[in-house]
């Protein structure tokens, strides 16, 4: 069976601070992967999608990046924190048929 | 540009009735819709996926149909419990590869005992 992974859990950052946040995938092979980010009182956002390695789309145009360095392995990445960049960010992967499945999510709090 | 809504956007309800939340979407070009839950500070588990040429799915107490031409889909919930107090978000697929769902912003469901 697949199972999706997110760290860490929490997370709280100083404003202008570097972030990482990890999504690993087990269970298939070449999955889209994606990331959403979930902000209070807010829908789901769309931040970054992939379809395979070394193909990333960024629906956002905002401070953050991601990386896929292997195939089941998502990253997403700052350089400098903003205070909205609070949230919680979701990891997802879908198969073929599109069906998605998300990780357990991080909270990210940037004082 | 696909638009989805899911209404109402919160309800309240006393355990052992029968729900029906509601998700519209604008394009009936669709290649399938997925019903999600969502508990507070957790991440989303799916629920039902419903395919574009499916009327309904079925899991549990869960049903969910779709009408593709009128671009609706009810997820009907049988003998609600409290422990299905959560979000309940809708997110359809467009035909024609597409990879990016449209969410709706969700209903949030209270059963109280």
């Known amino acids: 069976s697949q199972t999706i992974h997110q760290w860490p859990a929490t997370l709280v950052q100083p404003v202008g601070s570097p972030l990482s946040l990890e999504c690993t995938v087990e269970g298939t092979s070449n999955p889209n992967l994606y990331w959403y980010r979930q902000a209070a009182g807010r829908g789901l956002q769309l931040l970054f999608y992939s379809i395979g390695i070394d193909q990333i789309s960024s629906e956002v145009p905002q401070n953050l990046s991601a990386s896929r360095p292997q195939d089941r392995q998502f990253i997403l990445s700052s350089k400098k924190l903003l205070l909205s960049d609070s949230g919680f960010y979701l990891c997802?992967?879908?198969?073929?048929?599109?069906?998605?499945?998300f990780g357990p999510g991080t909270r990210l709090t940037v004082l | 540009k696909q638009e989805v809504t899911q209404i109402p956007a919160a309800l309240s309800v006393p355990e052992g009735e029968n729900l029906v939340l509601n998700c519209s979407f604008t394009?009936?070009?669709?290649?399938?819709l997925q019903w999600f839950r969502q508990d507070p500070g957790k991440g989303l588990t799916s629920l039902l996926l419903i395919q574009s040429s499916q009327r309904e799915q079925t899991s549990g107490r869960l049903n969910a149909s779709l009408d593709k031409s009128s671009g609706r889909s009810t997820l009907y919930i049988a003998a609600s419990q409290p422990g299905d107090s959560a979000t309940y978000l809708c997110?359809?697929?467009?035909?024609?590869?597409?990879?990016?769902?449209?969410f709706g912003r969700g209903t949030s469901l209270i059963v109280h005992p």
């Open positions: 997110a359809v697929n467009r035909s024609g590869g597409s990879y990016i769902p449209t």
């Open positions: 394009d009936s070009a669709i290649y399938n």
């Open positions: 997802a992967w879908s198969r073929g048929d599109l069906e998605q499945f």
